[in-house]
């Protein structure tokens, strides 16, 4: 399982753009990026999921350059509702050989102000 | 509305109790599904992969003996604490994945707090 490496905190302003960026250096050819929000006593909601180049749904934008080594997740405009952890995971998704046994990382802690 | 439920969402007991968490997948069937451990400010550790028929898979480092996996039906896991110590308290969380859609699909987390 491929190793991810996040900043263990960021502080943001309400409405601003937030980027949170994941090392994945040992990223697998079959391995989908996925990133996770956690409130505490929550457990985690996904948000986001890509597996190359940029993926945006309702809440979030993730991008993946081509060597896959990294990825960002983008909020745009952040509310104070944003602060959370937030985890970048790697792996295979469900359906495939070791699918989504997920190793978390320790996070991203984002303190949104106001 | 929630896809992965556990019950109960907290519960406190004595030491030297057992304490069994459920993990339900309400939309669909799960032939896996996996149980972790978070301890205040730190991230989850996956404890255990369970597996619908079969025995659990356990993180190296956790007690199979203490914490009892049954994956009896393709929607319900359940995770027993047994003897509990208050070392065991810490906040319990499940996942199943949805094959269907590629998901990953979390419960809302039991609070265990032992006495």
């Known amino acids: 399982l491929a190793k991810t490496t996040q900043p263990i905190s960021m502080d943001s302003y309400e409405g601003q753009e937030v980027n949170i960026t994941c090392s994945h250096n040992n990223i697998a050819t079959n391995d989908y990026i996925t990133w996770y929000q956690q409130f505490p006593s929550q457990g985690p909601r996904f948000i986001i999921q890509g597996y190359k180049t940029k993926v945006t749904n309702e809440v979030a934008s993730l991008f993946i350059p081509a060597d896959r080594k990294s990825s960002t997740l983008s909020l745009p405009r952040v509310s104070l509702s944003d602060t959370a952890v937030y985890y970048c995971?790697?792996?295979?998704?469900?359906?495939?050989?070791?699918?989504?046994?997920?190793?978390f990382g320790a996070g991203t802690r984002l303190f949104v102000k106001a | 509305g929630a896809v992965v439920s556990q019950h109960p969402s907290w519960v406190i007991c004595k030491s030297g109790t057992s304490v069994k968490i459920e993990c339900r997948s309400l939309?669909?069937?799960?032939?896996?599904m996996f149980w972790y451990r978070q301890f205040p400010k730190q991230s989850l550790m996956l404890m255990a992969t369970s597996n619908e028929g079969s025995k659990a898979t356990y993180e190296q480092g956790v007690e199979k003996d203490k914490f009892l996996i049954n994956h009896a039906s393709l929607t319900l896991s359940t995770l027993t604490v047994t003897s509990a110590h208050p070392e065991d308290s810490s906040f319990y969380i499940c996942?199943?994945?949805?094959?269907?859609?590629?998901?990953?699909?979390f419960g809302e987390g039991s609070r265990l707090t032992v006495l």
């Open positions: 996942s199943a994945p949805d094959t269907g859609t590629g998901e990953l699909f």
């Open positions: 939309d669909f069937q799960a032939t896996t």
């Open positions: 995971l790697v792996g295979a998704p469900p359906g495939m050989a070791g699918g989504f046994k997920t190793i």
